[in-house]
T-cell receptor, first 115, second 113 residues
């Protein structure tokens, strides 16, 4: 059971480049989300999805796009990277049945540097 | 979103000392979750509290949810070097937010032998 898998683990981008952070889960979770973590800021929600074909914005969505074509995958796209997007990115997933009692599982993170 | 505030931001203790981190909200919380993140690692779910005045224990860790459901605490008895990391509290949102988490900024714990 792989859980939540994120790739790549490390990436360096030049300003203006585009890239996609991949996230896959094998637990048949309906809810998936992306967070970014910056020093002293905790984790902030970028985008989330409540099921295949459904996505919505979180607290800091600007500069990022997402899609959810399958239950398993929830990629995060940076269309034109900026130095302000240098951060650690975490994908997370959980079951949908109830809002309480369902553990949220995090991937191991993707360290992104934009120069 | 509604923020949860955590104090202290940092705590440095000697191994064997106790440690407590506090999580506060200006509004009533339906639930509070606690996570631990080791240096260089990812957040790992520890526990969820939902009932007023609830107290849960996991070995040396004691979690409390305030009577008014506006605050919570995590207490570690007799810290060990393996307790090093950042402890986050988080409020889990409603279904219309995808049950997304609203995190506090965390308390970083350093334990020296």
């Amino acid at each position: 059971n792989a859980g939540v898998t994120q790739t790549p683990k490390f990436q360096v981008l030049k300003t203006g480049q585009s890239m996609t952070l991949q996230c896959a889960q094998d637990m048949n979770h309906e809810y998936m989300s992306w967070y970014r973590q910056d020093p002293g800021m905790g984790l902030r929600l970028i985008h989330y999805s409540v099921g295949a074909g459904i996505t919505d914005q979180g607290e800091v969505p600007n500069g990022y796009n997402v899609s959810r074509s399958t239950t398993e995958d929830f990629p995060l796209r940076l269309l034109s990277a900026a130095p302000s997007q240098t951060s650690v990115y975490f994908c997370a997933s959980s079951y949908s049945q109830t809002s309480s009692g369902n553990t949220i599982y995090f991937g191991e993170g993707s360290w992104l540097t934009v120069v | 979103g509604q923020q949860v505030m955590q104090i202290p931001q940092y705590q440095h203790v000697q191994e064997g000392e106790d440690f407590t981190t506090y999580c506060n909200s200006s509004t009533t919380l339906s639930n509070i979750q606690w996570y631990k993140q080791r240096p260089g690692g990812h957040p790992v779910f520890l526990i969820q509290l939902v009932k007023s005045g609830e107290v849960k224990k996991q070995k040396r860790l004691t979690f409390q949810f305030g009577e008014a459901k506006k605050n919570s605490s995590l207490h570690i008895t007799a810290t060990q070097t393996t307790d090093v990391g950042t402890y986050f509290c988080a409020r889990r949102g409603l279904e219309n937010s995808g049950y997304a988490l609203n995190f506090g900024k965390g308390t970083s714990l350093l334990v020296t032998p």
